[in-house]
């Protein structure tokens, strides 16, 4: 009996995944898991760390990720994967040639600028971040060398992902960015008496090799040898040439990256802690409806991309479910932004300021949380009918869009950090608008009013819902009252109300989550609603998936072997 429950559970770690669906179930899950340990290792640092302090820790990451990103991530994302694949068909000595060239060629060429790097982080960093002290920069650049051997680690692990991901076996790969996390969470815990910032630097070591050598026995049990003979074969080629539009693209990214944390150094020290916590937050509704979605639609989309027809309203259906899940969170992350950052990030050394400001960031984001989960699909409809340079260039145009905007936000027009989060909002809209604009005009050929019908539906339900959660947050909290903090405080008909009988004390945590999760709920049931009583289309659609999972207890079959195009995906570093 014992021995079956542990083949059976064998079986499940390391058997591939037979179908879309159940790939994608696992991405899904995998996802929300990642984020939500992302959090509670954001939570753990601001319990020991500062703001201030933080904000150095997380500008280290900017030299090492821009490495890692350009010489490795792109090429992963975008080229390994479908040419190991189809390796794989000639034989698997061909295909483990490949991956270790891959890792031989990733490595010489990260080690050789990690060094160089390494060696100027100082003066690079007084770059990259002048509002920081000289002091500051210091302890940036001494944190970044040892990020910069986490890094490496990096470099194998994700090919190992490529490995496995391309002999469909998704769960392994999945859970790595979890060992990565509780790595922090551990480092942080343990050694933040004696090391201080050392101390989640070293967490983030730690986390890389666990990140590495969870994914290595099941690599290793497959076929996976490492060797340290360079094979450049036809095929290596062919992954330098499909990485290159993708690596172009995340240089473009980089660059914005970097110049948040330039323009954020020059608010406050603090102001990078802000953005990076608003950051992580809003990445929860994105990767989880965006990314999952996006990945579980694209082989349909590939399927049909000779049948324009079926692959419009397929791409289209897809587009309004997204939205459909996205636009009630993105509301709900406006008006509750200050409980919720409380409850994350509410420590003792996390005071109020820095809670309205990482408020502040969080609505910047919310903003364009629709359009940013609406480009993972958009992208993915040209990536089906095998147009990877359109969603490259658009990407580049709206990256260039964003930095503009950064820039004229915090130094023209002097809005502090949040006015980077609204930046990239903003570029987020008008990458999606382009996105959708090109892919109309040539492929869907969608009347205008026949595409905007369904979003002003969903845009008027979560208005809706929104002003009636603020309503009832603000009745209901009992600071708003002493304070005077509302308008509500100011209407002749309230003011004499008992309203010590009804509203709680939200300076109590438990009180806190109460308030947060009825206004959640309640808002979440009047935007059904509303969507029910104006026909939002996605409202049945909606009901009908709850009907199959819930009481017919199935859902609709997938074919099982789909395999998926070249597939970039969106830039994630590691501190997010």
């Not at 994608?24 to 996802?31: G, Q, S, Y």
């Not at 490949?98 to 790097?117: D, P, Q, R, W, Y």
């Not at 730690?206 to 060797?227: E, T, V």
């Not at 809005?415 to 570029?427: H, Y």
């Amino acid at each position: 009996m014992v021995s079956k429950f542990f083949t059976k559970g064998k079986k499940f770690f390391t058997d591939p995944q037979s179908s879309v669906l159940s790939a994608a179930t696992i991405i899904m899950l995998m996802i929300v898991a990642s984020r939500v340990l992302g959090l509670i290792r954001q939570r753990t640092l601001a319990h020991f760390f500062t703001p201030n302090e933080l904000s150095l820790f997380f500008a280290a990451f900017r030299l090492p990720d821009l490495v890692f990103e350009v010489l490795v991530f792109g090429t992963f994302s975008s080229a390994f994967i479908p040419v190991f694949t189809k390796a794989l068909d000639k034989g698997n000595s061909h295909a483990w040639k490949i991956a270790s060239t891959i890792v031989n060629i990733g490595l010489l060429f990260f080690v050789l600028t990690a060094t160089l790097m390494s060696l100027g982080a100082e003066s690079i960093y007084r770059l990259f971040a002048p509002g920081y002290s000289e002091s500051e920069i210091l302890e940036i650049a001494s944190i970044a060398k040892i990020l910069f051997a986490a890094q490496g680690f990096f470099v194998v692990s994700y090919v190992l992902t490529g490995v496995l991901e391309s002999l469909r076996r998704f769960l392994i790969p999945a859970l790595a960015p979890l060992f990565y996390n509780l790595g922090i969470i551990f480092g942080t815990i343990v050694f933040a008496g004696s090391y201080d910032l050392m101390a989640p630097t070293y967490g983030v070591l730690i986390g890389a090799i666990a990140h590495f050598l969870i994914q290595l026995p099941l690599a290793y049990k497959l076929g996976f040898r490492f060797s340290f003979r360079i094979f450049i074969t036809k095929d290596i080629r062919k992954i330098g040439r499909l990485a290159l539009p993708r690596i172009v693209e995340v240089v473009f990214l980089q660059i914005s990256k970097t110049a948040e944390l330039f323009l954020s150094s020059l608010i406050t020290t603090a102001s990078y802690t802000y953005y990076t916590f608003g950051n992580s937050i809003q990445l929860l509704p994105v990767g989880l409806f965006g990314t999952s979605i996006a990945k579980a639609a694209l082989p349909t989309l590939a399927r049909q991309s000779e049948d324009r027809e079926k692959f419009s309203k397929t791409l289209i259906a897809s587009l309004n479910q997204l939205i459909f899940f996205t636009a009630p969170i993105a509301t709900m992350l406006v008006v509750l932004r200050i409980p919720i950052v409380r409850l994350i990030y509410g420590t003792d050394i996390f005071d109020w300021n820095s809670t309205i400001q990482t408020g502040y960031v969080i609505s910047g984001f919310a903003v364009g949380v629709v359009f940013q989960a609406a480009n993972a699909l958009l992208a993915r409809g040209f990536y089906a009918l095998h147009n990877t340079k359109t969603p490259v260039k658009i990407s580049i145009a709206a990256i260039i869009v964003t930095i503009f905007l950064d820039f004229t936000f915090i130094r023209y027009f002097g809005f502090s950090v949040w006015g980077l989060a609204l930046g990239m909002s903003i570029g987020s809209v008008f990458q999606s608008l382009m996105l959708l604009s090109v892919l109309n005009k040539n492929v869907l050929q969608y009347p205008a009013g026949k595409l905007l019908a369904p979003i002003l539906k969903i845009t008027f339900s979560s208005v809706g819902s929104g002003f009636l959660m603020y309503f009832i947050l603000k009745f209901f909290d009992r600071s708003v009252w002493v304070k005077r903090l509302s308008f509500l405080t100011n209407i002749e008909a309230v003011r004499y109300l008992p309203f010590e009988r009804f509203v709680l004390d939200t300076r109590y945590t438990i009180n806190l989550l109460i308030l947060t999760i009825a206004v959640a709920a309640i808002g979440g049931f009047v935007y059904l609603g509303i969507s029910f009583l104006i026909k939002s289309e996605e409202i049945y659609i909606f009901f009908n998936l709850l009907k199959r999972i819930f009481i017919k207890k199935k859902l609709s079959p997938i074919p099982a072997e789909e395999k998926e195009p070249v597939t970039p995906t969106p830039t994630e570093t590691t501190t997010t």
